[in-house]
Each structure stands twice: as structure tokens, then as C-alpha cells.
DNA sequence: ATAGTAATAAAACGAACGTTCAATTAATTC
DNA sequence: GAATTAATTGAACGTTCGTTTTATTACTAT
């Protein structure tokens, strides 16, 4: 046999992707074989090569991918307000909804980082650099202007983005919390943990955002 | 050649066991190969088979050591006060001990458990969750003695956990931060989040844990 | 010394891996 | 409808993998 009736390539490839995100975070990048992969997609394994000359360009394509679209929904977001607790509230709700949403690419981007080449590696490192940058602004205006309390800027965002991105080990839509009540949880315990001591009058009104300020 | 001069069984087993941490930290354990596992020891790869009768069986090991050590550590350390205060920052100064001294045992246990089969999975969950139990009974007392202000004791204790197990991503021994500002600055963040409200008379002396309690 | 055990090396096994290549068929273009 | 291009198969390649087997040497107890 050869070429099968009804084949496209953009669906392949789409497939491909689709895929290799759910086989990778389920299995982890180098337990997943390409024959693996092949069979989920209905498709004999050099099929893949048609769209992906390497492995390792599959999982550097499915990153950069999440990366981009990490920064782009963070870009669709940001608030044009200065107040540093409006700005640090979006970025909160931003993260949540979208690593639960994109859950396994999240696993993905997170856990296979040594299997990418140095050059690969950096280009997302940059990426995530840059991601984290933002917040690590935020709480520094935030402290500035004295409506946050912050030891440490640096280590405070990391601390908060491990707290947040945290929600995908243990979080399964459907189950006893929905995404609306673990992102109020987690606005709450954010605007505790940097001692925002100021109330903002542009509070979301989604549930029990009153807590997200007072303490 | 066969068996080498000042060859020891006991010896050789706990060299096996620390460069397969370290390597299976670094290259992740599908991707390390006994091959090279061997040639860190500087042994055969079938001398490795005398210890551990599959790589499976090497990988539960490391794991279930490091959980039963964490276990220990907290058994140990834990007060015999019932303040929840004092408790909740036991918790957190011995948890960041632990994992920053050991981060390449916690990198393994967190990252490699889908390489478990089944039952040996279950075991080690079984572990961890009740370590994490601790954490949410802590975490509740304090909250019914009203020394707490939290959401949901669950969700919370998870966000701790994550936020705490993230400093082996990102810390590094003498660099910019000692291992002593870290666990301070981490117990300041904690206790804010967790609404922390009175202050526990037993401060550490340590930095500027006065941070820990108040806000 | 000698017998027995502990610790390893060396070589080999079959299976699975990522990848390549040639052949073949489906769709598209002219 | 012929020529071209797109999409895929099936078989194969060389490597590497985890593991087993066998032989050999170092140590230990008698």
C-alpha cells in the first residue's frame, strides 16, 4: 500500500502534534517511541518524518509552540492599568487558566527540557525568562509603590510560579473544585503571600475575589 | 579479568546507588543507560545485576529510600508543641532542608514515577500522601484554633507543597542566596499565605524570621 | 594449602529503537 | 487523460538497549 484515501497532510501533521503532546506528558519524551506515536495517529511510522525530520524536532516544536502561546495569551491579557495588584491578578488568573487548559503540553515543556540541545534548551529558557520577567516587574512596582510586602522580588516569583503552575499535578476538571473556585484559592492566597494591603477597587467579581485583597 | 582487586560488595552497591541518583537526576531514567550507569562506577553493566535485579528495581529503590528518609527527617524534627505556628514552620524549615540537601533524590522521586509499575507506584503515593497528610493536619488545627485564615485546607497544602518542593528548581548552593535566607524567606511567605495572625513567641533567631509571623 | 564463596569481566541474546529508502497509490494540475 | 505532486507503506539498516550466561579472579575460612 502507499498513499491512503482521504489523507491530508495538515491533518496528519495536526494529529501528529495532538498526539505527541498527550503521549509525551503520559509517558514521558523518551519512553515514547516514534512507532508508538505512529500507531496513535493510525499511520505507519515513517509517515512521521514527512512532518518531523528528527524526534527531538517534534519536542522542540510542541515547546516552542506552548511557550509562544504562553506569552501570547499573557500579551491578549495584560491589564493597561499600572495598579500592581490589577496587573498582579491578571497574570495570576491568566497562568491558571492557562496551564489547566493546556495541562499535558504544560508537563511537557516543564519536564523534557534535557532532552532538547543546548541551542534548543536556551531558546526556551529565554522564552520562560522572559514569561517570568513580567511577574518578577510587577511585584517590583508592586513593592516600590509600597502595596506589596516582598523580601526578595526574585525568589517571590519563583515561589509563586511553582505555587500556581503547581495546579496541574494535582488539579482534574470535573472533580470537587471547579477552575473558577481553585483560581479564586489561589488569587487569595497570592495577594497574602505578597501582602498586598491595599484594596482594588476594580475587583473581579468572580466568587470570593473579596479575600484576593483585605487578609 | 573477572573479579578485581579491593572489589567490595557493600562498597560497590552505594556507588551504584549515588551516581544512579545523580545521572538518573540529570539524563532522566529512560534515557541513562546501565551502560553508563556502569562506566560512572567503573564496573561492568552486568555487575550492576549482583545489586539490583532490574533497572526498575534500582529506580523503586533510590525512590522509596528518599521518601522513607523524608518521612524520618520529619518524624525527627517534628515539635511536640501543639501551636500551630510552631508546627507549620517546623514543616516548611525542615522540608526545604530536606530537599535542598538532597535535590537530586527529590528531582528523581518527582520526576520518574511513571517509569513505576503500578503496585510500586501505588507504594510510593501511599508515602507521599501521608507525608502531605501532615501538612493538612497542621494546616487545619490552625485553622479551627482560628490562628489560620484558609480557603481550603487541601488546595492549600498542595500550593505549599509545590511552592516549597520548587526551590530545587531554581536554588543553588553559594550562590547569591544562603540556605538559611531561602528557608527565612520561605517561612515569611508561608505564614502570610496561610493568614498566619499571632505571633509565635519561639521566633528562630534566624534572619529575619521576624517576617515569618506578623504582615 | 585448599575448598568455597564473593565479585567481577567478557561476550552474547533477542528485542526495540530512530531513521532511511524505494515503491506505490491518491489527489491535483494541465 | 496524462503528467505531476502529495502522502504513505513496508521493509530494511545499523545501533543501542536491558539482561543473561559463563568463566575467571580475589578473598575468606578452614
Redesign the interface.
Known amino acids: 500500500m502507499a498513499r491512503t484515501t482521504g489523507s491530508d497532510g495538515e491533518k496528519t501533521e495536526a494529529a501528529v502534534r495532538e498526539a505527541a503532546v498527550s503521549l509525551v506528558a503520559?509517558?514521558?519524551y523518551?519512553?515514547m517511541s516514534m512507532r508508538q506515536l505512529a500507531a496513535e495517529v493510525g499511520v505507519q511510522a515513517a509517515a512521521l518524518y514527512r512532518y518531523f525530520p528528527t524526534k527531538e524536532d517534534l519536542l522542540f516544536t510542541l515547546m516552542r509552540e506552548h511557550m509562544e502561546g504562553l506569552l501570547k495569551a499573557w500579551d491578549a491579557t495584560r491589564p493597561a492599568s499600572a495598579d500592581p495588584v490589577t496587573r498582579l491578578a491578571a497574570y495570576v488568573e491568566n497562568h491558571i487558566a492557562f496551564h489547566i487548559m493546556r495541562r499535558h503540553a504544560t508537563h511537557v515543556s516543564n519536564?523534557e527540557l534535557?532532552?532538547l540541545s543546548h541551542e534548543r534548551l536556551t531558546q526556551i529558557l529565554k522564552m520562560r525568562t522572559a514569561y517570568e520577567k513580567e511577574l518578577r516587574m510587577i511585584l517590583r512596582d508592586g513593592a516600590e509603590a509600597g502595596v506589596f510586602?516582598i523580601?526578595?522580588t526574585g525568589?517571590?516569583a519563583?515561589?509563586?510560579?511553582?505555587?500556581m503552575?503547581?495546579v496541574i499535578?494535582?488539579f482534574r476538571p470535573g472533580e470537587r473544585?471547579s477552575v473558577a473556585e481553585?483560581t479564586?484559592?489561589?488569587l487569595?492566597?497570592t495577594m497574602?503571600?505578597?501582602?498586598a494591603t491595599i484594596s482594588h477597587g476594580t475587583a473581579r467579581p468572580s466568587g470570593?475575589a473579596r479575600?484576593a485583597v483585605a487578609?
Do not use: C, F, H, K
Open positions: 503520559r509517558l514521558g523518551e519512553a519536564m534535557r532532552s510586602e523580601d526578595d525568589l517571590t519563583m515561589a509563586l510560579i511553582q505555587m503552575t503547581g499535578v494535582w473544585l481553585v479564586a484559592s489561589y487569595s492566597m497574602r503571600l505578597v501582602g470570593r479575600d487578609l
